[in-house]
């Protein structure tokens, strides 16, 4: 039974910072690039980051460059997303991602992941 289960959101204030965290089961971590997408209200999904199945890249979408990490931890099969500065327009749920084999060239296609978790919501105040 694959699962991937996100924790750590909930409501901070602008410019305060949250670690989202990702644990899996169901299937062989280090195969897969893991990716972060969220969902803001009204909004479609987009693209947040991702970590390719080695660690040896990794991809940040351009509007939180220089304020979000996106890192693994294979020994416990777990993907973390570090987030700073935190602005009222991050308010989303927070979705990760595995993808098998995934390309750096395709992490920010949905459709390269073939495993989604329910989501974790980020409400940031102002």
């Known amino acids: 039974q694959v699962q991937l289960v996100e924790s750590g959101g909930g409501l901070v204030q602008a410019g305060d910072s949250l670690r989202l965290s990702c644990a899996t089961s169901g299937f062989t971590f280090s195969n897969y690039a893991m990716g972060w997408f969220r969902q803001a209200p009204g909004k479609e999904r987009e693209f947040v980051a991702a970590i390719s199945w080695s660690a040896d890249s990794t991809s940040v979408t351009d509007s939180m460059k220089g304020r979000v990490t996106i890192s693994r931890d294979n020994a416990k099969n777990t993907v973390y997303l570090q987030m700073n500065s935190l602005k009222p327009e991050d308010t989303a749920v927070y979705y990760c991602?595995?993808?098998?084999?995934?390309?750096?060239?395709?992490?920010?296609?949905?459709?390269?992941?073939?495993?989604w978790g329910q989501g974790t919501q980020v409400t940031v105040s102002s």
């Open positions: 991602a595995a993808a098998y084999r995934g390309r750096e060239t395709t992490y920010r296609i949905a459709r390269t992941y073939a495993y």
